[in-house]
């Protein structure tokens, strides 16, 4: 799977922030999965999201919507 593959859109309709229970959004450029409510990004390593709050980064302000 290369780097910027797409993520599985069953997958991403399943998938939720760990903290919020809420939808994720998928940035693709940046190979995270984003969410808005707790303001954190989840990264997809190897095409693997990583699900953990201690692997995900805060938003930067531009970031949020």
């Known amino acids: 799977m290369s780097d910027q593959a797409a993520i599985d859109p ?10 919020t229970r809420t939808p994720l959004r998928y ?7 984003i969410s808005d409510a707790a303001g954190l990004a989840y990264p997809i390593r ?9 692997e995900a980064r805060p938003l930067r302000p531009e970031q949020q919507p």
């Open 27 to 33: 940035d693709q450029a940046a190979q995270e999965l």
């Open 46 to 54: 190897n095409g693997v999201p990583v699900m953990l709050v201690e």
């Open 10 to 19: 069953w997958l991403l309709s399943i998938l939720v922030c760990p903290m």
